[in-house]
């Protein structure tokens, strides 16, 4: 069955002072029907940048779709304009954004602005919206949802407003939903609640999710499969367990030998390993292989020639000159 | 919030007495008074302007006539204009109209024109259409009305004879006529002093929405398919607005006064020419009376600002 969402070859560009900016340079995603899939990499990788390129949400100018495609259920989302796009938005594709306190109007009730996502897509008197709302609100586990539906805002705590969000982008029952790093900005109790219940809401609805995150923790107790974003590249994809088991690229090994480990006993313990240096500016980026500054099997070749994405093993993909067998044996 | 209101009217008494006490010490320090002309006028014997003189209490200490003043004014007497020779109240509500209609229409005017532009430019910022606004803005607020009034009554006045240039109180018509007479002598000063409100306001429409646009809310209002008509005035504006409506109260005050200007250039018969004659005839009652109402005005603007802050941010409650 063809994915949900495929995006190919997508490159979007910003142009700034100093140039070009390649924030994502030739990224292929796919996701199926009701999976769930993560899309991990440390900050400035791309991860944002792709996610908001889907339903264009990038500010254009200065960002531009330079090259690529977004089939969405078959259709190309690249050449629609904003307008024939809105038809998708919150109907079709859902967003969840990162920054509860700054991502809900402060000036308009939470009612509202749920309400006004379902008056847009479907044909719903005010009443009846209201009362949706209300259900949708009760779903996402709001107390009182009756009374707290005409609250603003800032009368929820962060952990409350990223449920209002959760209801706003499940409103419309999208079939994808794009949940950009929902629990950043949250407390770790508040995590767990927040990804339990979009789990819930997910075999609720037999929805896709696209998980964004940086926190390898969350990837490993909610994805499918996992996509490993490093410079505006994809660089490792493969399903959950096999990524965590057997991590080929050496910026995916990093990241999971990154994980803080309480469960191993003191004499096992070791220092957390960190990955030296940051992510290239993607203003001209170098050559060959954006890691191979960062990397610890660094080769000639890797500054030379560009490492492409390959099948390594049936639903495992990477893009590292490193042979397998060699990888494998490494520290 | 009517208890909120009632609290700041009554902080405000304090300040508007501090207001008045500073108005009336400068105002006594200042060299003349009503009668000046008297002891300079030969028709008039010494002892009279005396007589006179200590009839009105003009030479007994500052601090009597503050407390004389301020009693007069508690029981609703405004003083007397020996120019004018009739009650400053009736004087000051006589004049009153030409300057709301004129100062009115004006904002309004710039309303319509720096809410639209403002808006527009700042969805489609460093655009062609921008920059010419922006231009515009410029010019627009660094001509001083003094100049633009000059310079539209050589135009439209002198040069092409369109329109009046002296705005006439008493028009001689009736019915549509007059309405019609009433508006062709506004056009001008109307357009001089909106057009002039107009560029400032346009930059703070503008730099407000900017502000505003780029937010996370605004891309979470588009990611609901919304529209950009929708995610720019229900979204963008509403949230752009709560500064400048703060802004246009506050500024009212200085309205009034940069009005006073374009009276005296178009000589309109409103209480800001009534301010300058005063004071240019040692007027001091009437000086006195229409400075304290526009400290008035900006402690009541200051007021309105809040209210309407609170009225607009629901994040901001009155108490």
Not at chain 1, 2 to 26: M, R, Y
Not at chain 2, 69 to 75: C, T
Not at chain 2, 144 to 156: A, H, M, Q, S, V
Request: aromatic content about 6%; proline content about 6%; charged content about 15%.
């Amino acid at each position: 069955m063809a994915p949900l969402l495929e995006i190919k070859g997508l490159k979007t560009h910003f142009s700034t002072d100093d140039g070009i900016l390649q924030a994502v340079d030739g990224v292929d995603i796919s996701i199926n029907r009701g999976e769930t899939l993560c899309v991990v990499g440390e900050s400035g990788c791309g991860k944002t940048v792709t996610a908001m390129s889907i339903l264009k949400l990038i500010a254009m100018p200065p960002g531009r779709i330079a090259a690529g495609q977004i089939i969405f259920e078959g259709r190309d989302l690249v050449p629609l304009t904003s307008n024939q796009l809105d038809e998708i938005r919150a109907k079709e594709i859902g967003f969840i954004f990162q920054e509860p306190m700054t991502s809900l109007n402060p000036v308009l009730t939470v009612g509202e602005q749920i309400a006004e996502s379902l008056r847009r897509h479907e044909a719903v008197t005010k009443k009846q919206a209201l009362e949706r709302t209300i259900e949708m609100l009760k779903l996402v586990q709001i107390p009182n949802a009756e009374g707290r539906v005409h609250n603003y805002p800032h009368q929820f705590s962060g952990g409350m407003r990223q449920r209002v969000m959760i209801a706003m982008a499940l409103a419309c029952k999208p079939k994808l939903i794009i949940a950009d790093e929902p629990t950043t900005a949250l407390d770790v109790t508040i995590q767990a609640q927040i990804l339990d219940l979009l789990q819930d809401m997910k075999e609720r609805f037999g929805m896709a999710v696209m998980l964004i995150t940086h926190a390898m923790g969350v990837v490993a107790e909610t994805a499918q499969r996992v996509v490993v974003m490093y410079a505006g590249k994809v660089v490792e994809e493969a399903g959950v367990d096999e990524l965590f088991g057997d991590p080929r690229h050496p910026y995916t090994q990093g990241l999971i030998r990154s994980i803080p480990r309480i469960d191993l006993d003191s004499e096992h313990k070791t220092r957390l390993e960190a990955i030296g240096g940051s992510v290239p500016i993607l203003i001209n980026p170098p050559v060959g292989c954006r890691f191979a500054p960062r990397c610890r099997h660094a080769m000639s070749v890797c500054t030379e020639k560009e490492p492409l994405l390959r099948e390594v093993s049936p639903g495992h993909r990477m893009a590292c000159h490193l042979g397998d067998t060699q990888l494998g044996a490494a520290p | 919030m009517s208890q909120y209101v009632l609290r700041r009217l009554l902080i405000a008494i304090p300040s508007l007495l501090g207001i008045s006490l500073v108005l009336f010490v400068v105002l006594a320090l200042a060299p003349g008074d009503p009668f000046s002309e008297l002891a300079t006028n030969p028709n008039v014997p010494p002892e009279v302007a005396a007589a006179l003189r200590a009839k009105f209490g003009l030479d007994d200490p500052i601090y009597l006539r503050y407390l004389h003043w301020l009693s007069a004014m508690a029981h609703g007497d405004w003083g007397f204009s020996f120019v004018s020779r009739m009650n400053v109240d009736a004087l000051i509500l006589q004049r009153l109209p030409a300057t709301l209609y004129v100062i009115g229409s004006a904002q309004i005017l710039a309303l319509l024109i720096a809410i639209p532009v403002g808006v527009y430019a700042a969805t489609k910022p460093y655009s062609l259409f921008d920059q010419i606004a922006n231009v515009l803005a410029f010019v627009g607020f660094s001509l001083p009305t003094f100049f633009t009034g000059i310079l539209f009554i050589l135009i439209f006045s002198v040069t092409l004879d369109w329109l009046p240039f002296v705005y006439s109180s008493d028009i001689k018509a009736t019915g549509i006529r007059w309405v019609l007479e009433m508006i062709r002598q506004a056009i001008m000063p109307v357009a001089v002093l909106g057009l002039f409100q107009a560029a400032s306001m346009t930059r703070f429409v503008r730099s407000a929405m900017l502000d505003v646009i780029r937010l996370d809310y605004v891309t979470t209002a588009r990611a609901k398919g919304l529209g950009q008509a929708k995610v720019i005035v229900k979204h963008v504006m509403r949230n752009a607005m709560i500064p400048v409506v703060t802004l246009i109260a506050l500024q009212m005050p200085a309205v009034f006064g940069g009005a006073i200007v374009t009276e005296q250039i178009f000589r309109i018969p409103g209480i800001g020419s009534l301010l300058i004659s005063s004071i240019l005839s040692n007027d001091t009652p009437v000086v006195m009376a229409v400075t304290f109402v526009f400290a008035c005005l900006v402690v009541l603007f200051n007021l309105i600002a809040d209210v309407l802050y609170g009225w607009l941010d629901p994040r901001i409650s009155l108490r």
